[in-house]
């Protein structure tokens, strides 16, 4: 009889004691299905900060060759002319001007 109760208690004792060790391990895989929610939310979120900057940085690579463009423009002989015959009233020698009366 006693090694009934002895087989006995050590069956009990070993169903309580996984019994434990699978309530650990769920508490674990829940843990890691929460923090793996907000790290792909995370993720998500970055990607997203990404593709903003990445269509940022193509605006400005356009507005660049824009600029690049308007100081060949601006370097230009006939356009520094125009220029200073429109503001500063340039005007060459022998040249006559004829202005409106409004």
Known sequence: M???????????QNRFSMFLVTLVVMMVMTVVAVRSVGLQQKIDAKQAELAQVEAEIEEEKER????????????AKGYIENI????????????????QDD
Do not use: D, N, P
């Open 84 to 99: 200073a015959r429109e503001k500063l009233g340039l005007v060459y020698e022998g040249e006559i001007l004829f202005k």
């Open 64 to 75: 660049t060759l824009e600029i690049e463009e308007f100081a060949k423009e601006v370097q």
């Open 2 to 12: 006693a090694r009934r109760r002895v087989a006995y208690r050590k069956r009990h």
